[in-house]
T-cell receptor, first 114, second 114 residues
Framework: KAGVTQTPRYLIKTRGQQVTLSCSPISGHRSVSWYQQTPGQGLQFLFEYFSETQRNKGNFPGRFSGRQFSNSRSEMNVSTLELGDSALYLC?????????????FGPGTRLTVL | AQSVTQPDIHITVSEGASLELRCNYSYGATPYLFWYVQSPGQGLQLLLKYFSGDTLVQGIKGFEAEFKRSQSSFNLRKPSVHWSDAAEYFCAVGARGGYQKVTFGTGTKLQVIP
């Protein structure tokens, strides 16, 4: 079974631009979560989508948004990029999104904002 | 609020030696506990998890962890470390209801020397 894939793997943007990251979950998984990982803040939950609906949201500004398509693929968008948005963005999928359900992570997208 | 502490930022062990990575948590009720491993350039992989029952949990790659309620700890152990175990290890604490409720520790970076 193919794992979670994320594209692109690396991105370089400048302040003020916007960016879209993509995540393809494991086949059959309906829950997709996004995380931001930085050396200073560690791993922080952004949001979770389940069956095309945002079910949970972390404490991030509205510049961070996402969506999920009918095939469970998900995209994350960051508008008006700031230097502090430089991070590794991880996507994870699970069958149900419940904490007892194993979550599988993708390799991440490394975003650098100049 | 729940929290998790990994007191060791960096640990170095010799190949073949035993390993113990410390994790302390703060949570009001019986927590859900997780250990993940992240290799360079990769996403997180679940090593093991504890929800209830037997306090000694066996995971993948020869790892185990023991839940000690009296000490609020969930330390990760391996009897004999291999060079391929060099990675960063994250402890996480959560609750029923979804991964938005999971808090990750700041990680322990493991170096393995020949």
């Amino acid at each position: 079974k193919a794992g979670v894939t994320q594209t692109p793997r690396y991105l370089i943007k400048t302040r003020g631009q916007q960016v879209t990251l993509s995540c393809s979950p494991i086949s059959g998984h309906r829950s997709v979560s996004w995380y931001q990982q930085t050396p200073g803040q560690g791993l922080q939950f952004l949001f979770e989508y389940f069956s095309e609906t945002q079910r949970n949201k972390g404490n991030f500004p509205g510049r961070f948004s996402g969506r999920q398509f009918s095939n469970s693929r998900s995209e994350m968008n960051v508008s008006t990029l700031e230097l502090g948005d430089s991070a590794l963005y991880l996507c994870a999928s699970s069958a149900t999104g419940e904490s007892t359900d194993t979550q599988y992570f993708g390799p991440g997208t490394r975003l650098t904002v100049l | 609020a729940q929290s998790v502490t990994q007191p060791d930022i960096h640990i170095t062990v010799s190949e073949g030696a035993s390993l113990e990575l410390r994790c302390n948590y703060s949570y009001g009720a019986t927590p859900y506990l997780f250990w993940y491993v992240q290799s360079p350039g990769q996403g997180l992989q679940l090593l093991l998890k504890y929800f209830s029952g037997d306090t000694l949990v066996q995971g993948i790659k020869g790892f185990e962890a023991e839940f000690k309620r009296s000490q609020s700890s969930f330390n990760l152990r391996k009897p004999s470390v291999h060079w391929s175990d060099a990675a960063e290890y994250f402890c996480a604490v959560g609750a029923r209801g979804g991964y938005q409720k999971v808090t990750f520790g700041t990680g322990t970076k493991l170096q393995v020397i020949p």
